[in-house]
T-cell receptor
Framework: KAGVTQTPRYLIKTRGQQVTLSCSPI?????VSWYQQTPGQGLQFLFEYFSETQRNKGNFPGRFSGRQFSNSRSEMNVSTLELGDSALYLC??????????????FGSGTQLSVL | AQTVTQSQPEMSVQEAETVTLSCTYD???????LFWYKQPPSRQMILVIR??????QNATENRFSVNFQKAAKSFSLKISDSQLGDAAMYFCAYRSYNYGQNFVFGPGTRLSVLP
């Protein structure tokens, strides 16, 4: 069974640009969540999607948005990039059953550098 | 808001020895989940072990076990018979039973395993 796939693995952008990151969950998983990882702030939750609906949202500005498609694949978009958006963006998928302790499966992340 | 603290930024252990990673958390809730995740150099986060707060029995997974002290809000991870492949960043994480909240991660502990 293929794992969680994130593309691209590395990305370099300049301030003011926008970027779209992609996440393909494990087959059969309906929930996808996104996390930002930086050396200073650590791992922070961005948002979670389940069956194409945003189910949960972290404390990030509106420049960060996401969506989920009918095949459970998800994208996140960051508009008007700032230097502080440089980070590793991790995607995780799960079955999405009504069980908060269920196991998350993570991808290898997209390393975004904003110059 | 919940917080998770890992007071040891770095730890090292000799191969085949035992090491304990510390984690404390702050919450006013009585029901929640606690997790330990491992992030090797591949960047892909992997679930090591999970504990439900209402369960008094400490979780174990092969060489990994926890010491869960609910009153003290402490959740340490013990790795027995350490192996070179255990070298990674280890994150302690909290998840509320409240569906409006998501994972809160600690800052991580970098574990080195010495041959």
């Amino acid at each position: 069974k293929a794992g969680v796939t994130q593309t691209p693995r590395y990305l370099i952008k300049t301030r003011g640009q926008q970027v779209t990151l992609s996440c393909s969950p494990i087959s059969g998983h309906r929930s996808v969540s996104w996390y930002q990882q930086t050396p200073g702030q650590g791992l922070q939750f961005l948002f979670e999607y389940f069956s194409e609906t945003q189910r949960n949202k972290g404390n990030f500005p509106g420049r960060f948005s996401g969506r989920q498609f009918s095949n459970s694949r998800s994208e996140m978009n960051v508009s008007t990039l700032e230097l502080g958006d440089s980070a590793l963006y991790l995607c995780a998928s799960s079955l999405g059953r009504d069980e908060l302790g269920e196991k998350l499966f993570f991808g290898s992340g997209t390393q975004l550098s904003v110059l | 808001a919940q917080t998770v603290t890992q007071s040891q930024p770095e730890m090292s252990v000799q191969e085949a020895e035992t090491v304990t990673l510390s984690c404390t958390y702050d919450t006013s809730e009585s029901d929640y989940y606690l997790f330990w995740y491992k992030q090797p150099p591949s960047r892909q986060m992997i679930l090591v072990i999970r504990q439900e707060a209402y369960k008094q029995q400490n979780a174990t997974e092969n060489r990994f076990s926890v010491n869960f002290q609910k009153a003290a809000k402490s959740f340490s991870l013990k790795i027995s018979d350490s192996q070179l492949g255990d070298a990674a960043m280890y994150f302690c994480a909290y998840r509320s039973y409240n569906y409006g909240q998501n994972f809160v991660f600690g800052p991580g502990t970098r574990l080195s395993v010495l041959p």
